[in-house]
């Protein structure tokens, strides 16, 4: 019965940075892995980044990839999303997933929140 909240997201400018918080209710021994992924009305889900939870093995997607960095805080059962050099194309509600095995597939990740709006816009 673990649930995820996301939390961090707002209304930003072009360039700026932004942190996305996800905290999950209680740490459970299926849930090794954690992720990001980001979705904007009208287009297909964007798989962003996936962490291991006692690995800290990390994977990216090339939209994620060298401007956004996963991190976790495993005490508090927490995932980070740091985005940097924010761009206009980054609007999206963005979700985090937790899941058993780092994937970049978002059908391995069986709970998912109920994301957080960023918007980047001057």
């Known amino acids: 019965q673990v649930t995820l909240e996301e939390s961090g997201g707002g209304l930003v400018q072009p360039g700026d940075s932004l942190t996305l918080t996800c905290v999950a209710s209680?740490?459970?021994?299926?849930?090794?892995?954690m992720a990001w992924s980001r979705q904007t009305p009208g287009k297909e889900r964007d798989f962003l980044a996936a962490?291991?939870?006692?690995?800290?093995?990390?994977y990216y997607s090339p939209s994620a990839q060298g401007r956004f960095t996963i991190s976790t805080d495993n005490g508090k059962n927490t995932v980070y999303l740091r985005m940097n050099s924010l761009k206009p194309e980054d609007t999206a509600v963005y979700f985090c997933?937790?899941?058993?095995?780092?994937?970049?597939?978002?059908?391995?990740?069986?709970?998912w929140g109920r994301g957080t709006q960023v918007t980047v816009s001057a």
């Open positions: 997933g937790s899941g058993g095995v780092v994937s970049a597939l978002a059908d391995h990740y069986e709970v």
């Open positions: 209680r740490r459970t021994v299926k849930m090794s892995a």
């Open positions: 962490i291991g939870l006692n690995s800290g093995v990390t």
